[in-house]
């Protein structure tokens, strides 16, 4: 069954930088677009970034833009999403999610255009 699974989250300070990873499975990973969000305490789930099938097409969120880095390995079924001048801002749980599509280009910003979700990795920036 389709599976993706997050790692890479931890604590870090103001400033600092993490890498997280998502490994998927179950699918070919190379028809899926995927997708990152974050949910925080007391908030709704909030878009982060996108990145389609071919990579071609990218997109983020105004408050990581410039920030975050988001890009995947075909051959490795990982999408990842480096994080630099973290802010405590940044601190949420985080999500990796994925839908197939047929355009190699396309990708989305709603959560609901979502169909598989990982279980969430937190990431907690320190002050």
């Known amino acids: 069954q389709v599976q993706v699974v997050e790692s890479g989250g931890g604590l870090v300070q103001a400033g600092g930088s993490l890498r997280l990873s998502c490994a998927a499975s179950?699918?070919?990973?190379?028809?899926?677009?995927m997708g990152w969000f974050r949910q925080a305490p007391g908030k709704e789930r909030e878009f982060v970034a996108a990145?389609?099938?071919?990579?071609?097409?990218?997109d983020y969120a105004d408050s990581v833009k410039g920030r975050f880095t988001i890009s995947r390995d075909n051959a490795k079924n990982t999408v990842y999403l480096q994080m630099n001048s973290l802010k405590p801002e940044d601190t949420a749980v985080y999500y990796c999610?994925?839908?197939?599509?047929?355009?190699?280009?396309?990708?989305?910003?709603?959560?609901?255009?979502?169909?598989?979700w990982g279980q969430g990795t937190q990431v907690t920036v320190s002050s």
């Open positions: 999610a994925t839908r197939r599509t047929y355009l190699t280009s396309t990708i989305y910003r709603a959560s609901g255009e979502y169909n598989y």
């Open positions: 179950g699918f070919t990973f190379s028809l899926y677009t």
């Open positions: 990145i389609s099938r071919s990579a071609d097409n990218i």
